[in-house]
């Protein structure tokens, strides 16, 4: 118990003692630990994205021109007779092309070709919603029975997997950029903190001296500043929990406005994940931290 007392006392003073250099040490450990959160807030922002996109996600299927009417309710009854089928709203011929003159308002030259044609080119449409996107395939391949395939037109999909396919790339990509900053910061980090012991090591070069003369073993000489490399950890990780909730408080509210009716759900998240989140990155950080201490004391003390 007196060795631990003593190593710790030694701990606190020698980080007292470096206030500064214990300053900038801090600042990096958190630098990387934000960058590290940021990442998992942006896995995060990533999923809701994908699911605001699947929410909005529909399909139309389109019909020939001049198809019956009852042929269409038949065919949006047997959708809605399926399981995966949220909901099927049918338009006819009117409603189809009301509603492409009202989205192509702003294009004059499409509406002039539109006139061109003369009369209504289209069919009706039905535009259904799954429970799931991942029940299209099954949907659109139920509608390829001999009873209805000959009278559809065209199925309308591919181009919602293109959107979730862009976002999930550019997701992959900004994670990509950040895991290289935050090794980046991890290296900048690692080699302060073997500079940081350095100084420590040389300012106490005279007391670490009498100690090994009056038979101070090797984990004494070295036990308060493994125990100065965890304080670093234990702090960085107490200004990163503060800063990171504070800034997602703040933006949290006008991230839940650009989704929508999807909220994000980031601060619920961070809490729920607390002890995972924080408790892995003080184990990796503190681990980090000893190994650039332990090679420090090894490489520049010899006891």
Partial sequence: MIAFYRIIKFAIQNFWRNIWLSVITITILVLTLLIVNMLLTLGVLGQTAVKAVQAKIDVSVSFVPGTSEEMMINARGYLQSLPQVKDARYLNSDEVLAEFKTKNA????????????????????IIITAHDPSDFPFILEALDNPQFKPVIQDKDFQSHEEIIGAINQTINRVRLGGILIGLFFLLIATVIVINTIRVAIYTH??????????????????????????????????????????????????????????PTGLTSYFVQHFWLIFGAEFVALSLLNMSATVFATRRYLKV
């Fill in 106 to 125: 702003n294009k004059p030259d499409v509406l002039a070709s539109l006139e061109e044609v003369g009369g209504n080119p289209f069919g009706g449409q």
């Fill in 205 to 262: 070069r005279e007391e670490i001296g009498i100690m090994r003369l009056v038979g101070a073993s090797g984990a004494l000489v070295r036990g308060p500043f493994l125990v100065e490399a965890v304080f670093y950890t234990l702090v960085a990780i107490g200004i990163s929990v503060v800063v990171l909730y504070l800034l997602l408080l703040a933006s949290e509210p006008s991230l839940d406005r650009f989704f929508g009716n999807t």
